[in-house]
């Protein structure tokens, strides 16, 4: 988009799978529990989603399975189980 199209660009590059289902069709090896929280106000948790993809992703993860989020107040928390795919 251009300078005034209204869109921001993003790069879907480094976000990396996070699903609430411990079911893959690959074999993983769980790399352990990842916790994300913050205390941003607003009623979209795809920053969350982010957030755990990326700090996953510092560990070295593929994958973040079985994602649980809660919104409690102002607070939002979002964990999961950072896997690595074999």
Known sequence: MGIFG???ETSNESRI???T???LNRDYEP???VIVT???VTNDFNFIVD???EKAKEQGADAVICFRYNLNG???TGYGTAVKFK
């Open 51 to 53: 957030l755990i993809g």
């Open 38 to 40: 913050s205390a941003k």
């Open 6 to 8: 209204g869109k921001k």
């Open 21 to 23: 289902s411990d079911h």
């Open 17 to 19: 799978l996070v699903i």
């Open 74 to 76: 102002a607070l939002h």
């Open 31 to 33: 790399l352990g529990t």
